[in-house]
């Protein structure tokens, strides 16, 4: 699995896990048949292993694909009702040609968009459509969807999960009452400062801090997770260089506008960013990157903003 996704098994770290294993086990799951994922970790026969690693991979390409296409679909939708009026504050959407195994992805990168509580539903059946749920802080959202059960009995067919995602079954016919008792009900938990956004940040670095042995310590010092997140640093710098990698990614040399050396940057399904000026805010990660065999500093951009 690590060779498959262009990892050293020796320098495995906890981000390798669920970034780039992880990934690959779910796509078997999420596309077709978990069991390709349990027979890959468990067969003692290597070259079946590769050949399972192999179908993994491929499973996951294939995910990402189904995944941007539906994001993109997500992303006009959400356009069109900003053109109407202003967004819901707990945002339902619904596509015939949606796949259930990667709604709940998509929730989480439109949630990560727009700041706001987000329901993603697909075809279940002929009758039946299937949500996955992504919260924001303040919103415990199986505590949400109970709320409206209890007000609205008739709507829902079954629900479950916890404070920051849920799985949901409804009729097709009632998917527009459930959105708008959805946000109804988002509307009593959360108002309009708690939908903007906010990045906890560790502070700022000096350039003396932009060191391999920090990095490298960052890296070994998780699992990071729930309650515990990966330290997230920020700073202003100055644009040398930017282009775009794997087509969706951007690419940035920084140089922080206090002084020192040129940093690698990367922003990751930030291609189409707009960045007017030669200055920047950005929220990062300390990472280190390995190529070629030669191992650097790397900040791994979270958010980016022009200053001037």
Same mark, same amino acid.
């Given at each position: 699995?690590?060779?498959?996704?262009?990892r050293?098994?020796a320098?495995?770290?906890?981000?390798?896990?669920g970034?780039?294993?992880a990934?690959? &086990?779910?796509?078997?799951g999420?596309?077709?048949d978990?069991?390709? $994922?349990?027979?890959?970790?468990l067969t003692d026969?290597?070259?079946?292993a590769?050949?399972?690693?192999?179908?993994l991979?491929?499973?996951?390409?294939e995910r990402?694909e189904?995944?941007?296409?539906?994001?993109e679909?997500a992303t006009?939708?959400i356009?069109a009702?900003?053109?109407?009026s202003?967004?819901?504050?707990?945002l339902c959407l619904?596509d015939e040609?949606w796949?259930? $195994?990667?709604? $709940?992805i998509v929730?989480a990168?439109?949630?990560?968009?727009?700041?706001?509580?987000?329901?993603? /539903?697909?075809?279940?059946n002929?009758n039946?459509?299937k949500g996955?749920?992504?919260?924001v802080?303040g919103?415990?959202?199986?505590?949400a969807?109970?709320?409206v059960?209890?007000?609205?009995?008739?709507?829902?067919r #079954?629900f479950g999960?916890h404070?920051m995602?849920? $799985?949901l079954?409804l009729?097709?016919r009632?998917f527009?009452?459930f959105s708008?008792?959805?946000?109804?009900?988002v509307?009593?938990?959360l108002?309009?400062?708690d939908?903007?956004?906010?990045?906890?940040?560790d502070?700022?670095?000096?350039p003396a801090? /932009?060191?391999?042995?920090?990095a490298?310590?960052l890296?070994?010092?998780?699992p990071w997770?729930?309650a515990?997140?990966?330290?997230i640093f920020d700073?202003? /710098?100055?644009?040398?260089?930017r282009?775009?990698?794997g087509? #969706?990614?951007?690419k940035?040399?920084?140089?922080p506008?206090?002084g020192g050396?040129?940093?690698?940057?990367i922003?990751?399904?930030?291609a189409?960013?707009q960045?007017?000026?030669a200055?920047v805010?950005?929220a990062f990660k &300390?990472d280190?990157?390995?190529?070629?065999g030669q191992?650097?500093?790397?900040?791994?951009?979270?958010h980016?903003?022009?200053t001037e």
């Amino acid at each position: 699995l690590a060779e498959a996704g262009g990892r050293d098994v020796a320098r495995l770290s906890t981000t390798d896990l669920g970034f780039i294993l992880a990934p690959r &086990l779910n796509a078997a799951g999420r596309l077709t048949d978990m069991s390709l $994922g349990i027979e890959c970790l468990l067969t003692d026969d290597v070259s079946r292993a590769q050949e399972l690693a192999r179908t993994l991979d491929q499973l996951n390409r294939e995910r990402r694909e189904i995944e941007r296409d539906m994001r993109e679909q997500a992303t006009a939708a959400i356009a069109a009702m900003q053109l109407e009026s202003d967004l819901p504050r707990g945002l339902c959407l619904f596509d015939e040609s949606w796949h259930q $195994g990667v709604i $709940g992805i998509v929730a989480a990168r439109v949630r990560e968009r727009i700041h706001r509580p987000v329901i993603a /539903f697909a075809p279940a059946n002929e009758n039946e459509i299937k949500g996955s749920a992504r919260s924001v802080p303040g919103l415990h959202v199986r505590d949400a969807l109970d709320a409206v059960a209890t007000r609205h009995p008739h709507l829902l067919r #079954k629900f479950g999960g916890h404070a920051m995602a849920a $799985g949901l079954t409804l009729e097709r016919r009632h998917f527009q009452d459930f959105s708008l008792a959805f946000d109804e009900e988002v509307s009593r938990w959360l108002s309009e400062d708690d939908l903007r956004g906010t990045i906890m940040s560790d502070g700022e670095l000096t350039p003396a801090d /932009f060191t391999l042995d920090l990095a490298e310590i960052l890296r070994t010092s998780g699992p990071w997770g729930s309650a515990f997140p990966e330290p997230i640093f920020d700073g202003v /710098f100055d644009i040398l260089d930017r282009r775009i990698v794997g087509e #969706k990614h951007l690419k940035l040399m920084l140089r922080p506008s206090a002084g020192g050396r040129a940093l690698s940057a990367i922003a990751f399904d930030a291609a189409g960013m707009q960045l007017d000026g030669a200055r920047v805010q950005a929220a990062f990660k &300390l990472d280190v990157n390995e190529y070629q065999g030669q191992r650097s500093v790397q900040l791994v951009v979270e958010h980016l903003e022009t200053t001037e």
